[in-house]
């Protein structure tokens, strides 16, 4: 392969925790690593794909429809990216991260045989004969096969695009999860805990809505000082990084048992989940980062950056002499930062260039993440 660095045409493809959308961002990505944003869509899963991905985090699809969704997914993030191809023409390739089904990152062990594992479906061929384009996935199971963790991979972008900005980069998606960039220490990074999935979760059980708007259902209710210290008590909360989550261990089995203790009115149960998102992120940089570096700024991206309530507690639970901020102070879009992320991933994974962080995820060197189909 030709390893002399050009501008590329990628669109990037991310599906994370919540299932709301398939981001479709295509980027120019440049040889300095830069990633120009050209146009993004958020393309909606139909109804019934959207119900089997939630019927497999419960564990309750067969084996028939697993591999039947894996090709299903495959044609969703084909349509979206041909929304994006019809309007600027193909790219030079499509990076898909996939959609996670399953990631279980222990160090567990089976007659000597390492049950640490991880899975992304939206089978890559579909895309590629649905699209004509080269299409680079599955990103996380080389970090996992290095003994990594598969995850968080954004911090690779996060380590480029903030160098040297004393800044903690946090995500709030289903999951939340942080990069630290710093001049003076390694850049790590990890997950910080639940985002919006148990948010999310009580939204749809008490109010039908996908998720809670603007903040509007956290606004009208009060916070259970009393729920939110118990569930704050978590010990993932308290877990040395590096370390990762997901909806395997904030489950819906994990969500009722918590419900048990929680307020009445359905309003404080959705204000207390939004402050327990809120002040455990801000635990989590007393606990693991601040005692490492001196930060500046926090830089807020993903659906939590849409929710007035989620940062106005940021901002209470913060030092005063931190900046909250958003991605859109750097030029970069708050909604598609994932997508654009990946987009620089493929651009490494096809120029061979190591596109992994061994502090964020634990693996035990970098190594070019990425398998290619054309």
Request: hydrophobic share 35%; aromatic share 12%; proline share 4%.
């Amino acid at each position: 392969m030709n390893n002399t660095l050009e501008i590329k045409k990628v669109i990037g493809l991310m599906s994370g925790t919540s299932c709301d959308s398939i981001d479709t961002a295509y980027c120019k990505v440049y040889p300095d690593l830069r990633v120009e944003l050209v146009k993004g869509v958020n393309y909606p899963y139909p109804d019934n794909v959207r119900s089997m991905i939630f019927k497999a985090f419960r564990g309750e699809i067969s084996i028939k429809e697993l591999c039947q969704l894996n090709f299903l997914i495959g044609e969703c993030f084909a349509l979206a990216s041909n929304v994006l191809i019809k309007e600027f023409g193909k790219p030079d390739f499509i990076s898909s991260h996939g959609q996670t089904v399953y990631h279980y990152p222990f160090d567990e062990n089976s007659d000597n045989l390492s049950l640490k594992s991880t899975l992304q479906i939206g089978e890559s061929s579909v895309i590629q004969a649905k699209t004509g384009c080269t299409v680079i996935s599955n990103f996380r199971e080389k970090d996992i096969a290095y003994g990594g963790e598969g995850a968080p991979l954004v911090c690779f972008a996060d380590s480029i695009w903030f160098k040297n900005s004393n800044t903690l980069v946090q995500n709030i998606g289903g999951i939340a999860n942080v990069t630290v960039v710093a001049d003076n220490i390694e850049t790590f990074g990890f997950d910080t805990g639940c985002g919006n999935i148990m948010i999310d979760y009580c939204a749809n059980k008490f109010f039908n809505q996908k998720f809670d708007k603007d903040g509007l259902i956290a606004n009208s209710g009060k916070i259970s000082k009393d729920w939110l210290e118990y569930l704050l008590k978590d010990e993932y909360y308290f877990k040395k990084p590096p370390k990762t989550t997901g909806r395997e261990y904030f489950s819906p089995e994990y969500i009722e048992r918590a419900l048990k203790f929680a307020p009445e009115k359905p309003e404080d149960i959705i204000a207390t989940l939004t402050a327990l998102t809120a002040k455990s992120i801000v635990l989590s940089y007393e606990r693991f980062i601040f005692n490492k570096t001196k930060i500046k700024n926090v830089v807020i991206g993903g659906g939590g950056a849409y929710n007035p309530v989620m940062m106005r507690l940021l901002r209470e639970y913060l030092p005063e002499n931190i900046n909250l901020k958003t991605h859109e102070d750097y030029n970069i879009s708050n909604n598609y930062k994932e997508a654009m992320a990946f987009a620089l991933l493929g651009y490494c994974t096809y120029y061979d260039i190591p596109n992994n962080v061994p502090s964020c995820t634990g693996a035990s060197k970098a190594v070019v993440l990425g398998k290619i189909t054309k």
